[in-house]
């Protein structure tokens, strides 16, 4: 893939904005105004591109490159700008070998002699159409300029004849070239083949069919965005296989779009006739450019003799099979297609007596398992190597084609769907409850990392890991009835879709922070009751956000695709979606959090009255000059949820990862799991952009306003980055691995995918299709789906009984996990009940008095080791016997949860203070920075830990005190 990024002006207005900030903090006016005047300039030309005619931004992006040798998005993207005409010979000649590439495979698959050999010199009934061209029969004159299509029963060789005609292009071109030197004038041949299309036929769509197809085979350098130019410059010819197989409901389109085709250049069709016939009647009969037709007829019995007489069998054994031919009417209407024709004629000598009396009374299906049976295992004995598992890979296909049936497929068409269940009877049916149980668990498992991160950068890793537990089954609950099929539904789609957005953040807000403020306990000063924590809700609505930011319009756009695991360049996030959802969530969000904060200050809660209020009291009062009335405190609120919500979803996403580019190139080893590895890839490219992004940006709020530490930077660059990673391909890589050792432990699919179909690619069992997959022959496919599963010398089909144990066993760890935190705080009691509980002092210096106070021993000198750390409390984490002056998102902690007394200390420090008997108390020190001090017997040594909310705390400290009379001070 191109090293260029399409949105790199946006990571340039990012790093101008950076520049900005370090040139305020280092009180640099020239570094300061340089790099907000490049950045407006790049954003006001970022802005001018999205509304102005493309035209004019390649125009204008071209002058760039010649002044600058550089250039931005589309232009600078492929580099070509195509006129009628133009010389363009490097990319043409690029284009040519991926169009040869892909015939030459087909070709040689077809006539390989030891599998298929079509060419029986048939000649096709021509009749003329509408436009010149398309008048002549002689197609090799006109192919350029032709509108034609190819017709004919299943099996009579259309496609090899398309494939015939494609070739014939590629090498005229090719003596073209020898002879001139350049392909300047010269028309490039594109293959597509159209097999269950369900999507809308354009150039857009044809030039990323060949981009992808050509990544998918190694080929280098065919961007579609060139591909798309060359089209429009009516530099191409057109050959479209399979338009019989589109999906019903594009047909009347896809005919639209290649009509406007064939005014301007050479189109070809290959379609079966009966289809031909419907498209024919339907769609272009009054149109002027009706096509040439070259109709292929089955093959006469005469043919089929004639054939036969021409075969490499014996007298004797060309007699048996003229008589056999003769004898089944139903068996000769199967060989009249050239295909089966093909089949008998190289397994004839291989088929046992019964085989071959059974073909003299065969019905039509009966025929064609005969046929495929004994070509299934004469390959197999041929091509494949001896240690693989014949029953395994028999049952692989057999699976394949009950459930794709005659659809292309690829690695991303695994879908939970495929998790099906086999019955006593091998009846294949839907395992319904166990996709619920693997959407619940991927689900689960997505809200499990989404919470890791978010405590990464709230406050500590582990945080949400029950509460995310808990926020992962309400997103699955939440989903199951939004993805319920509406029926007469008297709401639109949009309406449906926000409707859902702000059910899943309420939902995951409400739930969420309730959980967290019966899980961890606060002090129950201002607490109407006393099992939950009002100061608490926070970090849960906080959670709950974010997982609704991540995951509702993932939902959503699973939803409109109708597919649950999604290659990341189905996952389209542009600008237009970015917004609308952003600032739908950021509105939802402010309202919810607005009212929460609202019952919080009412009930009188710390975490607004101590810090958040004079938080932003301080920073209106630095910024403003005067101090913020309590209404600016609401609205900062409201601001604060909106903004982030809003900022994260419409423009952090967009801005630092930028969106999503279609991968250009791809090493072959991947060609099957293009997507999935596309997938990874994107993620780890853009979780890297964004890390090294937002370590800039917090490296700049560290020193310029002090917020953060260094430590922090790190755990929030690794919360930021993991949230990109699941955001640009990771949560579909982890939701596919799943699906695909699920599939693989019920003996569906096999564990490594791409091997295997390329295994059978070779064995002439599956063929490409674009960069899809597919069943040689639909009578292939269809043996295959009508297999008898009861046949278990055949296949390795085995009922598992795993269900049962998965089922438990991950309801068990779920049901443990949410009551964890429960189970510590009242049955382990790891919260303290009183001040003193959170120090475990020994050593032989001190003996105890109570649970702060300590008597000295005997006079000398003391020594302290201090260790262990804290939790204290959801905003600011574990701490060790230093403290800290860092809280919520390492944001300046202020004096509001200190012991009044102790304000001046660090939070949740190990304080002491010493007296004599007859002397007054010391001042409080930290008790893990003192060096050996002198003492006297009979002395008092206090202990205090600094948090006014001590009943929240979790963990110890340790503090060994020794004697120490040779230390030094």
Not at 40 to 55: G, H, M, N, T
Not at 636 to 659: E, K
Request: aromatic share 14%.
């Amino acid at each position: 893939m191109s090293k260029k990024k399409k949105h790199i002006g946006l990571y340039i207005i990012a790093a101008c904005a950076v520049v900005g900030g370090v040139g305020k903090a280092t009180n640099s006016n020239f570094i300061t105004v340089a790099g907000i005047i490049l950045g407006a300039i790049r954003a006001i030309y970022e802005f001018w591109k999205l509304v102005s005619p493309r035209d004019k931004v390649l125009r204008v992006e071209g002058w760039l490159h010649k002044i600058f040798g550089t250039g931005t998005g589309e232009a600078r993207s492929s580099g070509l700008t195509f006129n009628p005409g133009s010389n363009n010979d490097k990319f043409k000649r690029i284009v040519l070998a991926y169009t040869k590439e892909q015939i030459e495979n087909r070709n040689a698959l077809i006539t390989a002699p030891d599998i298929f050999k079509m060419d029986f010199g048939l000649k096709p009934i021509f009749k003329p159409g509408g436009p010149e061209d398309c008048k002549e029969e002689a197609w090799e004159r006109v192919y350029k300029n032709q509108f034609s299509a190819i017709t004919g029963k299943s099996g009579s060789g259309k496609s090899f004849e398309m494939i015939k005609r494609v070739k014939y292009a590629c090498d005229e071109l090719d003596a073209s070239y020898s002879e001139h030197g350049y392909l300047k004038d010269a028309k490039i041949p594109l293959f597509v083949d159209l097999k269950s299309m369900d999507s809308d036929l354009t150039i857009d769509w044809i030039a990323e069919y060949i981009s992808k197809s050509a990544a998918g085979s190694g080929n280098k350098g065919l961007d579609s965005k060139s591909i798309k130019a060359m089209i429009e410059a009516k530099e191409v010819i057109f050959y479209f296989d399979g338009l019989d197989e589109v999906a019903i409901g594009y047909r009347e389109q896809y005919v639209d779009e290649i009509l406007k085709l064939a005014n301007w250049t050479g189109v070809h069709i290959g379609c079966r006739d009966e289809i031909w016939e419907d498209i024919l009647y339907k769609y272009i009969q009054d149109h002027d450019q009706r096509p040439a037709l070259y109709y292929f007829k089955e093959l006469s019995t005469d043919d089929i003799l004639e054939i036969i007489k021409k075969s490499d069998y014996t007298s004797e054994e060309k007699s048996k099979i003229e008589i056999l031919v003769r004898k089944n009417d139903k068996l000769r209407e199967n060989l009249s297609r050239s295909i089966i024709l093909n089949l008998f004629l190289i397994l004839y000598n291989r088929l046992t007596p019964v085989e071959k009396k059974d073909l003299e009374t065969a019905e039509g299906e009966k025929a064609l398992e005969i046929l495929w049976r004994n070509y299934e295992d004469f390959i197999f004995w041929k091509k494949l190597p001896a240690d693989k598992d014949i029953l395994q890979i028999r049952t692989y296909c057999v699976w394949l084609a009950k459930i794709m049936k005659q659809e292309p497929f690829f690695i991303e068409s695994i879908q939970p769907r495929w998790i099906l269940n086999v019955d006593k009877d091998y009846i294949i049916q839907p395992a319904k409850i166990l996709q619920k149980f693997y959407y619940l668990v991927t689900r689960v498992f997505a809200a499990v990392v989404i919470g890791f991160s978010l405590s990464c950068i709230i406050s500590v890793p582990g945080l949400f890991l029950s509460n995310s537990i808990l926020g992962g089954i309400i997103v699955s609950v939440i989903a199951g009835i939004y993805n319920r099929e509406e029926e007469n539904s008297r709401l639109s789609l949009r309406t449906r879709n926000f409707l859902f957005i702000a059910a899943m953040l309420g939902a995951l807000i409400l739930f969420c922070g309730f959980y967290q403020g019966i899980s961890i306990p606060r002090s129950p000063k201002g607490n109407p009751i006393t099992f939950f924590s009002i100061e608490e809700i926070g970090p849960g609505v906080l959670l709950g956000i974010g997982l609704s930011a991540m995951l509702s319009y993932r939902i959503i756009l699973e939803k409109e695709k109708k597919k649950y695991i999604l290659p990341v360049e189905s996952f389209r996030f542009d600008w237009p979606h970015a917004i609308r959802y952003g600032i739908s969530c950021g509105l939802i969000a402010g309202i919810i959090v607005g009212a929460i904060a609202l019952v919080l200050k009412q009930q009188g809660a710390l975490f607004l009255d101590k810090w958040l209020e004079p938080f932003i009291t301080s920073l209106s009062y630095k910024y403003r000059g005067t101090n913020s009335p309590g209404v600016s405190m609401w609205i900062a609120i409201f601001a604060f949820a909106f903004l982030v919500s809003a900022f994260v979803v419409s423009v952090l996403i967009i801005s630092i990862a930028g969106r999503y580019n279609d991968p250009k190139e791809s090493d072959k080893r991947t060609r099957f799991n293009y997507g999935i590895y596309a997938s990874l890839k994107q993620a780890f490219i853009h979780a890297a952009w964004t890390v090294g992004v937002v370590a800039l940006l917090y490296i700049f709020l560290l020193t310029k306003f002090n917020i953060g530490t260094w430590p922090k930077l790190g755990w929030t660059t690794l919360g930021v980055g993991l949230l990109s990673f699941l955001w640009y391909g990771g949560m579909e890589a982890f939701n596919h691995v799943l699906l695909r050792v699920t599939l693989y432990i019920r003996g569906i699919a096999p564990l490594f995918y791409g091997p295997w179909v390329k295994m059978n690619e070779q064995m002439g069992l599956i063929t490409p299709t674009g960069y899809k997959m597919n069943f040689y022959h639909t009578t292939l496919a269809t043996y295959y789906s009508n297999y008898s599963l009861s046949d278990d010398r055949r296949t390795n089909i085995k009922r598992r009984k795993t269900d049962v144990v998965a089922y438990w066993g991950v309801f068990i760890l779920i049901l443990g996990m949410l009551t964890l935190p429960f189970v510590l705080r009242y049955g382990y009691k790891i919260y303290w009940t009183s001040p003193g509980m959170g120090v475990n002092v020994s050593g032989d210096a001190v003996t105890k008095k109570n649970d702060s106070v300590y008597l000295i021993k005997k006079n000398g000198k003391l020594k302290f080791m201090t260790g262990g750390s804290i939790f204290v409390g959801s905003y600011v984490g574990f701490v060790n016997p230093g403290g800290t002056d860092k809280g919520f998102m390492g944001m300046p902690m202020g004096e509001g949860y200190n012991v009044p007394y102790l304000a001046r200390f660090r939070h949740g420090a190990l304080l002491y203070r010493l007296r004599s008997d007859s002397g007054a108390w010391s001042s409080f020190g930290y008790a893990d920075t003192t060096k050996p001090f002198p003492v006297k017997t009979g002395d008092s040594l206090q202990l205090a830990i600094n948090d006014r909310e001590w009943q929240n705390d979790a963990g110890w400290y340790t503090l060994n005190l020794t004697s120490c009379d040779s230390c030094r001070n």
